[in-house]
């Protein structure tokens, strides 16, 4: 047998990269179609968008679309709504949530499975059945009034829906799930031992939880509330259905804009500061959690 | 988890629990009853039992096309999203390129952004492009919204699936597209079909875009639901919204319980 060169090795070698370099193009390419259809999809209308904010309404380059946004007071109090109504959500959904959470990791897994479908089911639905339930079940007359009253709780019919308080009953509803499954599998990460060996240390459960537990899900935690936050900002269908007119979000305004004004200037102004604020808030909790699990 | 707390501590917890579970569920049950009431209102319990609400929707033309647009959409959406997000999927997981970070990220990011700006912008755009109330329109907006779940969920799916076995086949003379079809696909079936089931419920519950690129003939079942609960609120929608949770629930329950697994992306 003959011997085998260095020339012959090195031959092989260049081969192999390019075989390599050849696997790693094709590969590249499968991404190629989703890219294609998610970049241009993606990317014209948001361009589209920042183009036509810039457009005045004599059709000349201008920011008075932007300047209106600021000076006009029924903008100003638009943008307060909106706030307002993602906080409260945001708060509510916490509040519910992350108990629900927590009692996934400690259920047996029998049942946590059980509770994990309950939790789904509405995220499976459609947005508009639920809503639809909702109109159905706050009305005036509808089965929590009358429950309330058959209880003795109530003298007259309470208004739970279009206004506030239907807006945010219907966002909680839909935003929840969105919380509960990160936080879930974020709580299952942690080790059950840590908390055995704070109970082993003499700590009680509830010091245990809230020493070892809460600060271990603080960063998930944010990351969720920042996220659930985020989305309630863009909320469109669920204030259009259930506020009655009375709740304007944002979203609203755009839609109102588009019939509103001759030019898209407007509306799409309004949506480049709500891409904006997405895009602010969550780079501000990527940030955060950032920092909250630096050097762990 | 830890021994010394007794299930009878946490009562307070479970009751919380329970009560946001009801909280969750309950909405979304009522409307089956609804569905088969007999009244023209919204009167809950229902005062009588019928099928008028069903005879309605199944002989009005404006929902049946509705549905039948809906249902079209979400099958283009469907197949065009599972195999664009799968290949890429792929490609992301076995590839070792750089840029892999980045495209995914790209891929994921139109979950991020709020529906209403792609709904608003894809109006202005199709607008001009002459792909406004088209079927065509609807697809491709629909797939750009699907195909993060596809990629999560079959990025899930490769990473529990063993590449060696792939290389195996390569190695006794299948050639990657060979091995991929023969090897990997049958044991990545069920991300497969997650991912196909979400894409197909994703397109046919999308409202918010569909409420802005639609209208007239081309109208989607969210529109008209959208239109019909702004405007009066026409208890035919109980029988569409039953039909819909029956057609969005029961598939993806049948396949958690077959798979058995708690997951989800």
Redesign the interface.
């Known amino acids: 047998m003959a011997a085998v060169t260095a020339s012959q090795l090195a031959d092989n070698e260049r081969a192999l990269a390019a075989d390599e370099r050849r696997e790693s193009r094709q590969l590249f390419q499968l991404a190629i179609p989703a890219l294609v259809i998610v970049t241009i999809l993606m990317v014209a209308p948001i361009g589209w968008l920042f183009s036509l904010s810039f457009v005045g309404e004599d059709g000349g380059l201008s920011v008075e679309n932007f300047t209106r946004i600021v000076t006009d007071g029924a903008y100003v109090s638009i943008f307060a709504n909106t706030f307002q109504v993602a906080l409260l959500v945001t708060l509510v959904c916490v509040l519910l949530g992350y108990p629900v959470a927590y009692v996934l990791t400690i259920l047996p897994d029998r049942w946590s499975r059980l509770v994990m479908l309950a939790v789904l089911v509405p995220f499976w639905t459609s947005l508009l059945v639920r809503t639809y339930a909702w109109l159905v079940l706050l009305q005036r007359r509808g089965i929590v009034n009358t429950g309330l009253d058959a209880l003795g709780l109530i003298d007259r019919p309470l208004p739970l829906v279009h206004n506030m308080t239907g807006v945010v009953i219907g966002m909680v509803h839909i935003m929840l799930p969105f919380l509960i499954m990160p936080l879930f599998s974020s709580m299952k990460a942690i080790d059950g031992n840590l908390m055995r060996a704070a109970a082993n240390l003499g700590s009680s459960p509830s010091h245990a939880f809230f020493r070892v537990f809460l600060p271990l899900s603080v960063p998930r935690l944010i990351a969720g509330t920042m996220m659930v936050f985020v989305m309630c900002l863009g909320f469109y269908i669920t204030p259009a259905l259930l506020g009655g007119g009375k709740v304007q979000m944002i979203a609203q305004r755009i839609e109102a804009s588009l019939s509103l004004y001759p030019t898209w200037g407007p509306a799409s102004a309004l949506a480049v500061v709500l891409l904006a604020l997405t895009g602010g808030f969550l780079l501000l909790s990527f940030a955060i959690v950032r920092r909250l699990t630096a050097g762990r | 988890?830890?021994p010394?707390?007794s299930h009878k501590?946490?009562l307070w917890?479970?009751t919380?629990?329970g009560l946001?579970?009801v909280?969750?569920?309950l909405?979304?049950l009522?409307?089956l009853p609804?569905s088969f009431s007999s009244a023209n209102s919204?009167?809950?319990?229902p005062p009588g039992w019928s099928l008028r609400w069903y005879e309605n929707f199944f002989g009005q033309a404006k929902w049946l096309e509705a549905a039948w647009v809906s249902l079209r959409v979400a099958f283009g959406t469907t197949i065009?999203a599972t195999?664009?997000?799968t290949?890429?999927a792929?490609?992301?997981h076995?590839?070792?390129?750089s840029l892999r970070g980045t495209?995914y990220s790209?891929?994921v990011?139109?979950l991020?952004?709020?529906?209403?700006?792609?709904?608003?912008?894809?109006?202005?755009?199709y607008a001009s492009a002459g792909l406004l109330n088209t079927l065509t329109g609807l697809v491709?907006?629909h797939?750009?919204v699907a195909?993060p779940f596809v990629?999560i969920t079959m990025t899930a799916g490769f990473k529990t699936y063993d590449l060696s076995q792939e290389m195996v086949a390569r190695s006794l003379g299948a050639n990657?597209l060979y091995a991929f079809f023969t090897v990997t696909l049958p044991q990545v079936k069920f991300p497969v079909i997650s991912s196909a089931l979400l894409a197909f419920?994703v397109s046919?519950?999308e409202?918010?875009i569909s409420?802005?690129i639609s209208s007239g003939q081309q109208s989607t079942l969210?529109k008209v639901?959208?239109q019909t609960?702004?405007d009066d609120?026409d208890p035919t929608?109980?029988a569409v919204?039953a039909l819909?949770?029956v057609l969005?629930?029961v598939p993806?329950?049948a396949l958690?319980l077959l798979t058995g697994s708690?997951e989800?992306s």
């Open positions: 988890m830890e010394h707390v501590n946490r917890l479970y919380l629990t946001v579970l909280f969750l569920v909405p979304t009522i409307v609804m919204l009167a809950f319990p065009l195999v664009a997000g290949a890429a792929y490609g992301l076995v590839g070792t390129f495209i790209v891929l990011a139109p991020a952004i709020p529906a209403i700006l792609l709904a608003i912008g894809m109006f202005f755009v491709i907006a797939t750009l195909i990629i990657r419920i046919f519950d409202v918010v409420v802005f969210t639901m959208f609960l702004r609120v929608i109980a919204s819909m949770l969005a629930t993806p329950l958690q708690g989800k």
